[in-house]
């Protein structure tokens, strides 16, 4: 049995699909076709159900999928724990996150004080819990950066920014210009919001139920640039997060004096899996970056703090 079969296999379990696996890896079908066939040989069983050109991952193959995820992965933490114990390498940091925009900043930063850091970064949707947790307990990313806690077990998450929520409204609302509202005052307002089961969807109404608000949702959306626009062009108010250092937003926000309304944002990673110093490091410095910017942070270091 060789590592690249594992690698080979892992992939091919993960899509149920020779032809994409084969475009992924970057090997010819048949070469791929013919690895897993051998693997299938050594350990004696099937790995996969195949019927009219499909496959799907067998009992056999899900019980050893476990084992091969748990093998790899700790392969995969052996050599980052080497490579640091060697300091032949001061880090690449594979990071996953929901909100690009809220990251721009603080990566700058980092880069700055540690320019021998790489990151690799996946942007997901923030309704893509599910692919985040997924990330993290398969081992392709080290840290996720999210707006909504993940609240999973042995995924561990520290707050790092706490945002206000405004209210943004068009240009010429009759609410432009306050200096704040109580959340009631805009009852009968039509209300661009994401859509049903959104994790955002259910801060907000969760927000509404505290005041009271009986909401007339006029518009449901996925992406939060599709929600700026819709709100620009008066459609509706909308719930937004106002943090220090927004400077190219275009809306109107008004800040909500009652509730108090808020969205959270933390840095999740899997506990059992071992963190490179860097991943460490750059963990520490998000709460000190934002607590910089005003913002409350749960955890802070120095912001030059070493590696060593």
């Given at each position: 049995?060789?590592?690249?079969?594992?690698?080979?296999?892992?992939?091919?379990?993960?899509?149920?699909?020779?032809?994409?696996?084969?475009?992924?890896?970057?090997?010819?079908?048949?070469?791929?076709?013919?690895?897993?066939?051998?693997?299938?040989?050594?350990?004696?069983?099937?790995?996969f159900d195949r019927q009219n050109r499909q496959i799907k991952l067998n009992p056999f193959g899900k019980a050893f999928l476990r084992k091969v995820e748990t093998a790899l992965s700790a392969l995969e933490e052996g050599k980052r724990e080497v490579a640091d114990?060697?300091?032949?390498?001061?880090?690449?940091?594979?990071?996953?996150?929901?909100?690009?925009?809220?990251?721009?900043?603080?990566?700058?930063?980092?880069?700055?004080?540690?320019?021998?850091?790489?990151?690799?970064?996946?942007?997901?949707?923030?309704?893509?819990?599910?692919?985040?947790?997924?990330?993290?307990?398969?081992?392709?990313?080290?840290?996720g950066f999210t707006a909504a806690s993940l609240g999973r077990e042995g995924i561990g998450e520290i707050p790092v920014l706490k945002a206000e929520i405004c209210l943004a409204v068009p240009k010429g609302h009759r609410l432009e210009g306050r200096e704040s509202i109580r959340l009631e005052e805009a009852a009968g307002e039509p209300f661009v919001e994401y859509k049903e089961?959104?994790?955002?969807?259910?801060?907000?109404?969760e927000f509404s139920r505290r005041a009271g608000l009986e909401r007339n949702v006029v518009c449901e959306i996925e992406e939060p640039a599709a929600l700026e626009s819709l709100v620009l062009a008066g459609l509706g108010v909308a719930f937004v997060p106002a943090c220090p250092g927004d400077e190219k937003s275009r809306l109107s926000l008004v800040r909500i004096a009652a509730p108090v309304c808020s969205r959270e944002f933390t840095v999740a990673w899997l506990e059992k899996r071992y963190l490179s110093l860097a991943a460490r490091e750059f963990k520490r410095f998000l709460g000190e970056y934002f607590a910089k910017l005003g913002m409350p942070a749960a955890e802070a270091a120095p912001v030059g703090a070493s590696f060593r």
């Amino acid at each position: 049995m060789e590592l690249l079969q594992l690698h080979y296999f892992r992939t091919v379990a993960r899509l149920e699909h020779m032809t994409r696996a084969s475009q992924e890896l970057r090997i010819a079908q048949p070469a791929l076709s013919k690895t897993i066939s051998r693997l299938e040989e050594d350990l004696g069983v099937p790995l996969f159900d195949r019927q009219n050109r499909q496959i799907k991952l067998n009992p056999f193959g899900k019980a050893f999928l476990r084992k091969v995820e748990t093998a790899l992965s700790a392969l995969e933490e052996g050599k980052r724990e080497v490579a640091d114990l060697a300091g032949t390498e001061r880090g690449v940091i594979r990071l996953a996150t929901t909100t690009l925009s809220r990251l721009s900043g603080s990566l700058a930063a980092f880069r700055e004080l540690h320019p021998d850091v790489n990151f690799r970064i996946v942007q997901i949707s923030p309704a893509a819990e599910d692919e985040m947790v997924r990330l993290l307990e398969e081992g392709e990313v080290d840290l996720g950066f999210t707006a909504a806690s993940l609240g999973r077990e042995g995924i561990g998450e520290i707050p790092v920014l706490k945002a206000e929520i405004c209210l943004a409204v068009p240009k010429g609302h009759r609410l432009e210009g306050r200096e704040s509202i109580r959340l009631e005052e805009a009852a009968g307002e039509p209300f661009v919001e994401y859509k049903e089961g959104h994790p955002f969807r259910k801060i907000n109404e969760e927000f509404s139920r505290r005041a009271g608000l009986e909401r007339n949702v006029v518009c449901e959306i996925e992406e939060p640039a599709a929600l700026e626009s819709l709100v620009l062009a008066g459609l509706g108010v909308a719930f937004v997060p106002a943090c220090p250092g927004d400077e190219k937003s275009r809306l109107s926000l008004v800040r909500i004096a009652a509730p108090v309304c808020s969205r959270e944002f933390t840095v999740a990673w899997l506990e059992k899996r071992y963190l490179s110093l860097a991943a460490r490091e750059f963990k520490r410095f998000l709460g000190e970056y934002f607590a910089k910017l005003g913002m409350p942070a749960a955890e802070a270091a120095p912001v030059g703090a070493s590696f060593r």
